[in-house]
C-alpha cells in the first residue's frame, strides 16, 4: 500500500487507514514502531496480553448496548449462583457477585467499561458474556488480532 506524506497541522506525516489499523488490532492512542527503513505494528509478543484487554472490554460494551444494567445484574447474578453451586468459583467471582448485588451503577460500569488494570483483572472472569449470541462473540474474537485471541477453551455456558 502507498501512503502518501501529508501536512498535519504544522508537521508532516503519514495517515495509516482506519482499516490497516483495526486488521492489527490498534486504535487510537496505541503505538506503531517506526525504524529506519519501515513504519510497522508492534511486535505481537509486547501487546498480547494489551489485546487480551481489549477482546474482553469489547465483549463487556456490546453486553452494555444490548442490554439495561438491570437485565445484567439479574442474568449475572444468576450465572454466579449457578458457578459457586458446581464449584466453579474465584476471588473475582465474589467480587462481581459484591458489586451486581450492592453495589451502584456508576460501580458496575466502571468494571464493565473502564480500561484500568483492576477493570482488566476482574473481566478475565466476567459473569456476563454468555448474554452474547455465539455469533456475535465469535465476530468479536476474529476481530481480535489473531495471535492474541483467546482460546477456545470450556466456557461458562448461560
Known sequence: MRLTIRRIGNS?????????????????????????????????????????????????????????????RERSLANLARWQKAGAWNAAHAEWRQVLAE?????????????????????QSMPFVGMLPPDVREKLREEAPARSRPARGRRHRE
Open 12 to 72: 508532516l506525516g503519514v495517515i495509516v487507514p482506519r482499516e490497516t489499523l483495526r486488521r492489527w488490532g490498534l486504535d487510537e492512542g496505541d503505538s506503531l514502531e517506526l525504524s529506519g527503513e519501515a513504519i510497522r505494528r508492534p511486535r505481537r509478543g509486547t501487546n498480547s496480553q494489551l489485546a487480551l484487554d481489549r477482546f474482553k472490554r469489547a465483549l463487556a460494551l456490546e453486553v452494555l448496548r444490548r442490554y439495561a444494567l438491570e437485565q445484567v
Open 103 to 123: 453495589g451502584t451503577d456508576a460501580q458496575l460500569l466502571a468494571l464493565m467499561a473502564g480500561e484500568d488494570e483492576h477493570a482488566n483483572q476482574l473481566r
